[in-house]
């Protein structure tokens, strides 16, 4: 199973990004998916879930700007983000539960200017 990040970059504040992350592999039944994000120095935070069926959570600081969703069909996951800021400064990682199974992709790191 692999997991492959992409869409990040440098962005100024108030600006917007795209993160897709693709599974591939001997996946089956994904569970869960979710993005977690990593700033320098700081333990690595939840971010965003989304869960069969289409429930959805985010962290109190994203809530309002960002928005997870999937399609299924392609077992990919992905983070909508709007009027980003310097703080969502991190690296970026997805991971999914998969048949008692939790992969997690490589990090795409995003910067946001002020």
């Known amino acids: 199973v692999q997991l492959q990040a992409s869409g990040g970059g440098l962005v100024q504040a108030g600006g917007s990004l795209r993160l897709s992350c693709a599974a591939s592999?001997?996946?089956?039944?994904?569970?869960?998916m979710r993005w977690y994000r990593q700033a320098p120095g700081k333990q690595r935070e939840l971010v965003a879930g989304?869960?069969?069926?289409?429930?959805?959570n985010y962290a109190d600081s994203v809530k309002g700007r960002f928005t997870i969703s999937r399609d299924n069909a392609k077992n990919t996951v992905y983070l909508q983000m709007n009027s980003l800021k310097p703080e969502d400064t991190a690296v970026y990682y997805c991971?999914?539960?998969?048949?008692?199974?939790?992969?997690w992709g490589q990090g795409t790191q995003v910067t946001v200017s002020s």
């Open positions: 991971n999914i539960d998969s048949w008692g199974h939790r992969y």
């Open positions: 592999g001997s996946i089956f039944d994904i569970s869960a």
């Open positions: 989304i869960i069969i069926g289409g429930t959805t």
